[in-house]
Nanobody, 126 residues
Framework: QVQLVESGGGLVQAGGSLRLSCVVS????????MGWFRQAPGKEREFVAG????????SYADSVKGRFTVSRDNAKNTVHLQMNSLKPEDTAVYYC???????????????????WGQGTQVTVSS
């Protein structure tokens, strides 16, 4: 069974930074593409960033381009989301997700991901 556990969320002032981590159980992590999604109160869950299985292809939502960076460490079964220049509108529960398909292209739709973590809260104060 594949389990995903996020960490690193918290409360930060606008302009600050946070680094989210997601540890994935199982021996097949290196074959998964990984994505980060977020859901703000009263809103639908949305794609934030993703990285393919080899780490040489990434994708970002327009709202976070230039501020967020996704990376992975296959030796540690971990994917990170470095979030800089945070804004109050970044406040949400952040989820990591795993896509079992081996593809060069990073998936951006929820339905393309097979496994999900429980989420970690990120709150950005103004």
């Amino acid at each position: 069974q594949v389990q995903l556990v996020e960490s690193g969320g918290g409360l930060v002032q606008a302009g600050g930074s946070l680094r989210l981590s997601c540890v994935v159980s199982g021996r097949t992590f290196r074959s998964y593409a990984m994505g980060w999604f977020r859901q703000a109160p009263g809103k639908e869950r949305e794609f934030v960033a993703g990285i393919n299985w080899s780490g040489d292809s990434t994708s970002y939502a327009d709202s976070v381009k230039g501020r967020f960076t996704v990376s992975r460490d296959n030796a540690k079964n971990t994917v990170h989301l470095q979030m800089n220049s945070l804004k109050p509108e970044d406040t949400a529960v952040y989820y990591c997700a795993a896509d079992r398909r081996i593809s060069v292209v990073v998936a951006t739709r929820e339905s393309e991901y097979d496994y999900w973590g429980q989420g970690t809260q990120v709150t950005v104060s103004s």
